[in-house]
């Protein structure tokens, strides 16, 4: 197994309005970056887990555990949002199931 994608966990808080600096502040920020293996969730492993077929499922497995709050994933800096749709539980690492999002 190949961990050769690069992703980022981000979090999204609401922009607010800061009166003393005279600028927003909040929105996305980088939480954290690491390497993974991000593949496309198969038909009949969806069908097991959810029990529908849902467009845009990947499997992410990581060497250490995710941040413990984020909001989002990007993957090797495209625009897509993916967000969080299930956890695995793996002998070794770290493995979530993500579905993208129209942003």
């Known amino acids: 197994m ?3 994608t690069k992703i980022k966990f981000c979090d999204s808080s609401p ?3 800061n009166p ?4 927003y502040e909040g929105g996305t920020k ?5 390497i993974a293996n991000v593949t496309n969730l198969g038909i009949d492993r969806q069908m097991q887990i959810f029990g529908e ?6 499997v992410v497995r990581l060497m250490e555990d995710p941040p413990q709050k984020w909001s989002f ?4 800096g495209k625009d897509k949002h993916y967000t ?3 956890e695995l539980k793996v002998l070794k690492g770290c493995a979530i199931i993500i579905g993208g999002t129209n942003v």
């Open 53 to 58: 077929l849902k467009e845009d499922q990947k």
């Open 84 to 86: 969080l749709s299930s």
């Open 15 to 17: 922009r607010k309005y």
């Open 73 to 76: 994933i990007l993957i090797d």
């Open 2 to 4: 190949r961990y050769d």
């Open 30 to 34: 980088v939480i954290a970056e690491y």
């Open 20 to 23: 003393r600096t005279s600028l």
